[in-house]
């Protein structure tokens, strides 16, 4: 007989007859809603309905949110627009029942309530958020090329009006239990202490639930409607282009549709989400969902928890890392040279916490925990060290040697180079296995990936613990092994050289950035360097040349022994304005062959990503991908560079590559690795 399996819901009877239904799903750090989730929901609210209580609180268990939404393995699993939309439509109907429910029903919300979370939340009649700012309320489906399904693109546009809501939607974003109560996503915040009260007080006096401002009201009317969806499309235009990703596309059309039914509303819903589950761009995201999932095991195998971080470089890159791991609760020092030199980082430092913080209290704790330190008395009482200055194997072994006699026995200690091995800095040290690499990218406080560099001896202890830090700040760790460049700026490298190249030829640099844009790369190759600096592309490109056998054209020279360095000196191969702006006006775009183009570039990439695979800079093909995506923000919808091979088929492109190689040189030689593939 087998052992009958632990109940995700739990329900108490309190003594004014209120129904308090926990949510603690078995064998998981995280509330999601499984299919066995869900069957015992129907469950609970049959009983509910057949015996209608004074009140229903639905609330979790778990420490760190309420409910994280839909089980995102489901989405993978589900093989036609049919099975899809019958599953959906079963969660809808069950929310629609809690939602009738005679007696009032609170959501009592802690830590993130997403998507299918905050589309439970909305089926109930109030919501409280707990005034934390681990409180995180948001609808990001359209992250994983779909939009809300289970209700909440309905009734979310019902509570506050169309554009909040679709400003939430449309972008995705998490509010801040503040945030949320300003645009009346919640109903109330309240302290820990207090939110129980707070709960027990809206059930038992019952007030009149939100309704949208009357502008909100008006700008649903029939006549208005395409107006208002003409502007959505056209923000969105901005941020997205349709054919890329189609869910933002598809729910502006299914409000601008809405019929005058409520229940075919929500029925065209579903199917709009059962349809766009099926598509490529929704199959990709989700599978980039899960391979970060991947990325954030990584952090679990250590149970090291930081709690100083002390950072040697107060330039752009070492100066953001400190004012990351400050905001991110950790006691942070910056050591440099001088006050001057530290200086424009804690004003950096600043803006960052006023930015994402708001509340002046919250902003000066986070300054309270970064200190400069000039004498670099931090290093003795640090968890973990990271060394941020230049580029400079002789200087960076100069500062290890003094450092490391300093260092606690059980502290990380970190470089983040990008592009020195880890074996030729660990020559100085006596403990050389102790050295790992921590490569951030900038800007550090909007990329997710940090590169956990090994070399041939690092201890895996330090990868692991160093893993885990970089979980500990929010990040995603990737293992790569200790190689030119390592995985992210060996693979951009020679697709920015080939751009610069192609400049070189006379191809208009708005072409060739369009020619990137177009195929779904956040940025062209040639504003990304401009973005970059392109004395730091230059000097990055002359330590990879030798061993990755490249040809660094000398329109780099050029443009730096001019003192155009790129956006940080307002021209580069671009010109900028004062408020950094590009000014691209008068530069010419046209180009008769942009599918020429788009192979050089994209060609020039996956060639190196293959060379990173043969070489087992990377575990597999997968992490590859990830590193690609999270690290450079890869075309997210075409699944990584080398899902895009496999989709392509890899003879095919090993067959452009040759075509390439014919007409414009040995860098377009096929890599061995490619027989791997075919």
């Known amino acids: 007989m087998t052992r009958r399996q632990k109940s995700a819901w739990h329900k108490q009877l309190d003594s004014d007859g209120i129904v308090w239904l926990t949510l603690d799903v078995p064998n998981s750090q995280t509330n999601t809603l499984t299919a066995a989730v869900i069957e015992e929901l129907a469950a609970e609210v049959e009983l509910l309905l057949a015996e209608v209580p004074k009140g229903l609180v639905l609330r979790s268990a778990k420490a760190n949110g309420f409910l994280a ?251 953001d890392i400190a004012a990351w791991c400050a905001l991110q609760g950790l006691t942070v020092t910056l050591q440099d040279q001088s006050a001057a030199q530290i200086a424009p980082a804690i004003k950096r430092a600043h803006s960052l916490f006023k930015r994402r913080l708001k509340l002046p209290h919250l902003v000066q704790a986070a300054m309270d925990r970064l200190s400069p330190d000039i004498a670099g008395s931090g290093v003795a009482r640090a968890d973990v060290v990271i060394e941020a200055i230049y580029e400079n194997l002789e200087a960076k072994q100069t500062l290890f040697k003094s450092i490391e006699p ?136 002359n330590i990879l040349a030798p061993s990755l056998n490249l040809e660094v054209p000398d329109s780099l020279q050029r443009l730096i022994s001019q003192g155009h360095l790129g956006r940080k000196t307002g021209q580069g191969f671009y010109q900028y304005d004062k408020n950094n702006k590009q000014i691209s006006k008068q530069l010419a775009t046209e180009y008769d062959n942009r599918d020429l183009l788009r192979q050089r570039l994209t060609l020039r990439l996956i060639n190196e990503c293959i060379a990173c695979l043969d070489e087992a800079v990377v575990e597999d093909k997968e992490l590859l991908d990830a590193g690609m995506v999270f690290g450079t923000g890869f075309a997210p919808f075409r699944g990584g560079p080398m899902h895009y091979t496999q989709q392509q088929g890899a003879q095919t492109l090993k067959q452009q590559l040759e075509d390439l190689a014919t007409v414009f040189g040995s860098q377009f030689k096929p890599n061995s690795g490619w027989e791997g593939l075919l």
């Open 406 to 541: 300093q260092l606690r026995a059980d502290a990380v200690l970190a470089t983040n180079t990008s592009s020195i091995p880890l074996e030729l800095l660990a020559e100085c040290l006596k403990q050389p296995k102790r050295l790992v690499g921590l490569h951030f990218f900038n800007p550090v406080a909007r990329m997710q990936l940090v590169e956990i560099v090994y070399g041939k001896t690092t201890l895996k202890k330090w990868q692991k613990q160093a893993a885990a830090f970089v979980r500990q700040i929010g990040r995603l760790p990737l293992p790569v092994k200790s190689s030119p460049g390592f995985l992210v700026n060996r693979i951009l490298m020679p697709y920015v050289l080939e751009a610069v190249k192609m400049e070189q030829e006379g191809i208009p640099i708005l072409a060739i950035d369009k020619a990137a844009t177009d195929f779904g790369m956040p940025m062209g190759p040639i504003e990304l360097a401009d973005a970059v600096g392109l004395d730091i592309c230059l000097s990055v490109a």
């Open 69 to 319: 939404g839909a089980d995102i393995n489901s989405f993978a699993e589900q093989e036609s627009v049919d099975e899809t939309y019958a599953a959906i439509k079963k969660v809808q109907d069950i929310f629609s029942r809690i939602e009738s429910l005679t007696c009032p029903s609170v959501a009592m919300i802690h830590g993130f309530c997403l998507g299918g979370g905050l589309e439970l939340a909305l089926a109930c009649d109030y919501r409280v958020a707990e005034d934390a700012t681990s409180t995180r309320i948001g609808l990001p489906e359209v992250k994983l090329g779909i939009h809300p399904g289970y209700g909440g693109s309905v009734r979310l546009v019902e509570l506050i009006g169309v554009l909040p809501a679709m400003g939430i939607m449309l972008t995705g974003r998490n509010l801040s239990a503040r945030a949320a109560k300003k645009l009346a996503v919640v109903d109330r915040i309240a302290p820990t202490r207090q939110i129980e009260r707070v709960v027990r007080d809206l059930i038992l006096t019952a007030p009149a639930k939100q309704q949208p401002a009357l502008l909100q009201r008006l700008l649903e009317k029939s006549l208005i409607r395409p107006l208002v969806a003409l502007v959505l499309r056209y923000k969105t235009k901005q941020q997205a282009k349709q054919h890329h990703y189609p869910a933002p596309f598809a729910l502006i059309d299914l409000w601008q549709q809405q019929a005058s039914n409520r229940q075919q509303h929500f029925a065209a819903e579903a199917l709009s989400v059962a349809k766009l589950i099926q598509t490529d761009t929704a199959q990709n995201l989700v599978r980039l969902f899960l391979l970060q999932d991947r990325l954030k095991a990584f952090g679990k195998q250590a149970k090291f928890q930081a709690q100083r971080v002390h950072v040697i470089g107060a330039g752009i890159m070492g100066g």
